[in-house]
């Protein structure tokens, strides 16, 4: 499936080596989700539980909306998210200071896969035109530690990209699985329907309470061959954040 990922892939030297990292993160999650932080028991069980890489994961604590929610203004329509920050507190703070600085302007989602049921944008990459540097950019913020919870990844979840673990590549350095949960930045995926092998594994921040439906015609668009970097990205023209209470449930 795509590559959920941010972080020091944007740090590398030399196009080949960014584009083998990118290759490898590409695949870092795609065909065994048991292998990927998957296997969250259901039972209520708060302690001596961790997710992908050793961290702790914050369990049986609802979700509470931000006062502000964030507006995501497409080619092919708004997407509202609310957003948690009692539950990730880090990358929500993180995404808003983002949004502040207008940083999400122009970027596009670069990535879909209805069969995986997920769309990943927010790249500053993007706005240029080399697919091989899609995937692998970041915001000039530090990277985000894992904020991980209980909180499924059921359809409309809202999650931050981050690296997957990878063995030494040319002049970039091993990334094992307990440093590259913490390589979150910029970049985030909207899920499109139940993915219970990213539960435990990539921090939820927040969910689409609005505009669904947008996110899942970005998801069908066409993409290059045997790829799922979209064929025409879709840009996103903003992000804005505007009170929760104007919206919906």
């Not at 673990?165 to 499109?192: K, M, R």
């Amino acid at each position: 499936m795509l590559r959920l990922i941010s972080g020091g892939a944007g740090k590398l030297s030399g196009r080949r080596a960014a584009g083998l990292l990118a290759a490898f993160l590409c695949l870092a999650l795609s065909p065994c989700f048991s292998s990927c932080g998957g296997g969250q028991k259901q039972t209520k069980e708060f302690d001596e539980i961790e997710g992908a890489g050793g961290a702790p994961v914050k369990r049986g604590v609802k979700p509470e909306p931000d006062a502000e929610a964030a507006v995501i203004d497409t080619d092919y329509g708004k997407i509202v998210v609310e957003l948690y920050p009692n539950i990730a507190p880090k990358m929500v703070a993180q995404f808003k200071t983002l949004v502040s600085q207008h940083f999400y302007d122009g970027t596009a989602f670069h990535r879909a896969s209805p069969q995986t049921g997920v769309i990943q944008g927010g790249d500053p990459n993007t706005r240029g035109n080399d697919t091989s540097k899609y995937g692998a950019g970041d915001s000039e913020l530090p990277n985000v530690p894992a904020e991980f919870s209980d909180i499924p990844f059921d359809r409309g979840i809202v999650g931050a990209a981050r690296q997957g673990a990878h063995p030494a590549l040319g002049d970039v350095p091993e990334l094992t699985e307990s440093q590259a949960i913490n390589t979150a930045n910029c970049q985030f995926f909207i899920t499109l329907k139940r993915v219970p092998g990213w539960d435990g594994s990539y921090t939820a921040f927040g969910k689409v309470i609005e505009g669904i439906n947008n996110a899942q015609i970005i998801s069908q668009a066409p993409t290059l061959p045997r790829t799922e970097i979209l064929a025409d990205k879709v840009v996103i023209k903003s992000i804005t954040l505007q009170p929760r209470a104007n919206f919906g449930h």
